[in-house]
């Protein structure tokens, strides 16, 4: 004779099958689940991945889209000091977008990446954009237009004295701009 069933158990299964299939849609939780569906222990097992990988920042469906819509919010703020002539803060504050950007998406692509160096401070964006390059999260073209960003980010933030032409700042951000939105973080 089977074991009675326990209602609690079965609202417990029921809640972490909802909870994976609206946070991570098609993903190897998913998978996990179909795969064990009468089973407690792999349904808990999947949660406490998906769990530990949320708490880390690792995987988030709902994170991905807020984080898109801040970087959306930062570059409109960008377009508009460029449309007002700051085209010093509107580089920078770009540039500094992207490479944020840049920083969460290696954590996100790339196993195990640290995101601080030996210094335990943020590594720069040419050393992100080196690593994303080398995982190919995206190609040597794509990687070549994020360090000429980052030029003029630098160029922009660091030497104030350097001419910075408002139709480069103008190609960054929609540049930026369509990064962010084909390769989520």
Known sequence: MPPPIRHDVL?????IVQAVREIAPG???ERLLS???????????????????LNDGYFASAH???????????LDM????????WTVAAAVTAGGTGESHLRQ??????????????HNKPKNGNTLN??????????????????????IRNGAAHDPQA?????????MISGLRKFISDNPA
Request: include cysteine.
């Open 27 to 29: 993903s190897e939780y």
């Open 105 to 118: 998406l290696a954590v996100k692509k790339i196993p195990c990446f640290n995101p601080l160096d030996n």
């Open 35 to 53: 795969e064990a569906a009468k089973s407690t222990d792999l349904h808990a097992e999947a949660a406490r991945g998906l769990l530990g990988d």
């Open 64 to 74: 991905d889209l807020a984080h898109t819509e801040v970087f959306k919010d930062l």
């Open 163 to 171: 001419p910075i032409d408002h139709v480069l700042v103008k190609n």
């Open 11 to 15: 609202s417990l299964n029921a809640r």
């Open 78 to 85: 960008a377009d508009y000091l460029l449309d007002k002539g």
């Open 130 to 151: 080196t690593a994303l390059a080398a995982a190919n999260v995206y190609g040597a073209t794509l990687s070549k237009h994020i360090t000429a960003w980052q030029g």
